[in-house]
């Protein structure tokens, strides 16, 4: 509820990027997301509820559940009936994720395509951004994209599969996870395959699944729109087994695709460099004490730069939700590598660069949120540990452009400060002058005690970092 | 369906040419025709891998019945 003219009133509005399908929308009640179902969508929901693919599916923890409520908000004629999901922790985006995220979306969204058709449905539509992670796992939260399957008709959301899953992965691969995200940004519902056969190498030509569904495909797309007449094919028949050649054809596609081993210059940082096991040892204990002391304040922690998760773990042990950001996608498959092995549930590793933080973009630039509205919203704990040099002297912000914007995304802040005789900070000294006169303890403290109140201070060992424990002023 | 002359003459064009995309695209037909196009080639696959999988478990269960005895 919030207080309007001193009247507590309810606040609904539609989700922005909830407007493609008319079988139904999803719109939030007092910040509660809830699903309108049309009547269009009825008779695919009898089949869904009633075939039993609903109860199976979400015992697999390949749908995201629901409960049916009475809610009368944006209900008119069309409307048969509102659902609530159960609620995701934070809604990240295919572009923010890393190559094993994105293979295991496209692997859960197959899965559930050969389960659906054989309950006689099938997925309308193929997004990537359709599937997110819940507990540790990729889930279909779209309940409305699973539609009847008629059998002699093709996969209609093949085309859409092939750019948002194959397209990104093979360029992935072949190109850089860099490359990949960014025209994943550019293009929303997918990229396009022609692009994508122009930039792959010509031996990939040769692989039977790239060869298939991305080369021969990209040539028929465009054979296709060159054409200036089309004829509804009434007499053709794609047969079931076909239609499930073309599945088992695309997992095999997909599983063959794989991330060429290369090291990070961040992989190994905390054995390599920077502490002595008796200065990590007492950095860790000191960050959690910290953090326990912090739960009260919210229950999500963001870890900036946190490299294979190292403290975000130990976060997500304490109890946390923890979204683990990092600049470099080698730790971040690295991260999610451990998030799997060891089944947690609690950390979300994501591709993102604080530096340049995903956009809001897609339609009236408000259709996927950006990072930063994504974060704010859940209030976060901020755990900026050893990222501070690279932003102020790797990529010249100020003391108070950094106190700033932690403090505009959560209320608690714990912080290390690296000082410039370390050797990282050193480091990023070596080709370039040293511009960076106001870079002192002192003036980090009277910066940040502008927008923070330190709570508690601790130099960690043998280091000269100096670990805080700050409160956003009121 | 194309004629198999036509699909031999696709075929080596396949792998000779690159060519930009300068027109408007949609790819909705074009994945549409393709899946027919090539709807043999799936069907065919699929039972080949199901056949696999039935030798695979038969002499999985001839293996278990001879590791009984």
Redesign the interface.
């Known amino acids: 509820m919030q207080k309007d003219n001193g009247k507590y009133c309810v606040v609904n509005k539609k989700e922005p990027s909830s407007f493609r399908d008319n079988s139904g929308f999803l719109f939030y009640r007092d910040n509660v997301l809830y699903r309108r179902i049309n009547r269009s969508y009825y008779e695919n929901w009898e089949r869904l509820t009633k075939s039993g693919l609903y109860d199976l599916l979400v015992a697999e923890g390949l749908l995201l559940s629901h409960e049916i409520v009475d809610v009368p908000d944006y209900w008119d004629e069309s409307a048969i009936l509102t659902i609530r999901p159960r609620l995701i922790p934070f809604i990240s985006y295919p572009y923010e994720w890393s190559f094993s995220q994105l293979k295991d979306a496209a692997l859960t969204t197959l899965k559930i395509l050969d389960v659906a058709v054989k309950f006689g449905m099938t997925l309308r539509d193929a997004s990537a951004f359709n599937i997110q992670f819940f507990n540790g796992k990729p889930i279909l939260i779209d309940t409305l994209s699973l539609g009847t399957y008629k059998p002699g008709e ?3 959301a ?3 599969f ?2 948002h899953f194959l397209s990104p992965l093979a360029l992935c691969v072949y190109r850089g996870l860099e490359v990949s995200t960014a025209l994943q940004k550019q293009f929303l519902d997918g990229v ?4 994508t ?2 930039l792959l190498p010509i031996k990939t ?1 040769c692989s039977i699944g790239l060869g ?1 569904h991305i ?3 990209s ?9 200036k007449s ?1 004829k509804k ?1 009434h007499g ?1 028949f ?2 079931e ?6 599945l ?2 695309l997992e095999l596609c997909i599983n063959k695709i794989k991330l060429l081993k290369s090291k990070s210059e961040w992989s190994g940082y905390y054995n390599e460099l920077s502490y002595t096991p008796q200065a990590f040892a007492a950095k860790k204990n000191k960050v959690g004490e910290f953090l326990a002391n912090s739960f009260r304040a919210s229950d999500t922690v963001l870890d900036i730069g946190a490299n294979d998760g190292e403290f975000s773990r130990m976060a997500a042990g304490i109890g946390f939700k923890v979204l683990s950001i990092d600049n470099d996608y080698r730790v971040c498959e690295m991260n999610y590598q451990k998030v799997k092995v060891n089944g947690e549930s609690r950390i979300l590793p994501l591709f993102v660069d604080l530096i340049n933080p995903s956009p809001a973009i897609g339609w009236d630039n408000i259709e996927r949120a950006s990072f930063l509205e994504r974060s704010r919203s859940k209030n976060p704990i901020v755990l900026a540990l050893a990222v501070i040099h690279h932003l102020v002297i790797g990529n010249n912000t100020t003391f108070d452009q950094l106190a700033r914007l932690f403090s505009s995304i959560g209320s608690t802040l714990i912080i290390e400060f690296v000082p410039k005789q370390d050797k990282q900070a050193r480091r990023l000294l070596v080709v370039r002058e040293d511009i960076f006169t106001k870079y002192s303890k002192e003036n980090f403290e009277n910066i940040f005690s502008i927008y923070f109140t330190i709570r508690s201070m601790f130099s960690i060992p043998d280091t000269g970092r100096i670990l805080y424990l700050m409160e956003r002023r009121k | 369906m194309l004629s198999h002359q036509k699909f031999i003459f ?1 075929i080596i064009i ?2 000779m040419i ?4 300068y ?25 080949v ?1 199901t056949q696999l999988q039935r030798m695979i478990s038969f002499f999985i269960r001839i293996k278990g019945f001879f590791a009984k005895r």
């Open positions: 093709v996969l209609g093949y085309g859409q092939c750019r396009d395959l022609p692009l056969s122009g030509r298939v080369h021969l495909h040539m028929s797309i465009q054979a296709n729109a060159s054409k089309f094919n053709s794609f047969s087994k076909a239609y499930r050649g073309l088992s054809s | 696709f396949f792998f690159t060519s930009p995309v027109a408007y695209v949609d790819p909705g037909t074009g994945s549409f025709y393709f899946q027919f196009f090539l709807a043999a080639l799936f069907a065919g696959f699929y039972l891998k």
